[in-house]
Structure formats: C-alpha cells, structure tokens
C-alpha cells in the first residue's frame, strides 16, 4: 500500500524573494513531500507595500525554485488575494484556492489564526536570519539606492528584478 503524501503550505507576498523565503521553503518540504506556495495579497500592484504584480512573482518564484534545485514536480503555485472586509473569511478563501494541504507553516500572526480558524494545523518556522532578510528592508534599500539589497536575493531573483527595473519602479511609486 502506498502512503499518503504530504503536502505543505506557504503564503507570503514575495516582495521580492530573498534567501529568507527560500529557507523557508527548504524548511516546510523536510516536513512534507509536496509544497503549495500561496501568492498573498494577489490583487495588487505597483503600491509601495507590493511593487510587483502576481505575475511578476510567479516568474520570479518559477525561476529562483529551477536555478536553486527544488523539486519543481513537488511544487504548485497559487495567488489568493486579500479579503476586501474583516468579515471575510481569509482562511476560507486560501482553501478555495490551494489543492487540499495538511499543514501550514507561518508566523504571520494574522496568517496563523486565519488558517487554524479553518482547522489547519500550523506550525513556526525557524527564520533565517530576520532581520537582514525582510522584504520590507530589501524595498527600503533600493528606494535609498543602496546596492546591498542585491545581496540579499538570489541569483535568479536579481536577474529578474535588474530586467524589470526594479529600483527605478520602488522609487517612482514612492514618489507617486
């Protein structure tokens, strides 16, 4: 009799992937045989907070899994957009969107609760790292034009982000 394989879930924005994410990533499949990355907050684009659309990031996701050897066979990509209103059941509208998964990993806090709240079991995952990578850190960089930031993402990912132009794109969004 075969066994049931295991599959593991991950929501994050991904903007940009850094080598944070990608521990994480290595992290949830030493704990499951498949993995279903969740694209958070799908709808937007090209705000300060999300700079890169859904496409943008399934790319760059698609292409930092391939060139660091993930087993692209054992990962499913998915978007799942915010809710429009807090009486919107986040948790639900992730499970409308991701095949079935017996575990999440995350500590989001918000994340947490909205996916226990639908009777996922959800599990810490250790960071790497925190506070160098951290999008949010990666973002303040190349608004401030320091090139460090190119440090702290993949080899893929700065490929990617240098093609589209990524500084020039953080930075006129800021100024709006």
């Known amino acids: 009799m075969m066994r049931k394989r295991k599959r593991a879930l991950v929501v994050g924005r991904f903007q940009p992937l850094h080598y ?18 969740a694209i958070g907050s799908s709808q937007f684009c090209c705000v300060p907070r999300n700079p890169l659309s859904v496409d943008e990031r399934m790319e760059m996701l698609v292409r930092a899994l391939r060139r660091e050897g ?13 809710t429009e209103s807090p009486e919107e059941d ?5 499970l409308d ?37 951290a999008a949010t850190k990666i973002r303040e960089l190349m608004l401030k034009g320091d090139p460090s930031w190119r440090e ?18 953080v930075r006129e969004i800021e100024r709006g």
């Open 90 to 94: 986040w948790g639900l509208l992730v």
């Open 20 to 37: 944070g994410h990608l521990h994480v990533f290595r992290y949830a499949l030493s704990k499951a045989d498949e993995l279903v990355i």
């Open 97 to 133: 969107r991701v095949p079935k998964v017996d575990i999440a990993f995350s500590n989001d806090p918000e994340t947490i609760r909205d996916l226990k709240r639908v009777g996922l079991e959800v599990e810490n995952i250790p960071f790497l790292k925190r506070d160098l990578y």
């Open 152 to 169: 702290l993402v993949p080899p893929s990912v700065l490929e990617f982000l240098l093609e589209i132009d990524m500084e020039k794109r």
């Open 70 to 82: 993930f087993p692209l066979a054992d990962i499913m990509l998915s978007s799942v957009p915010d």
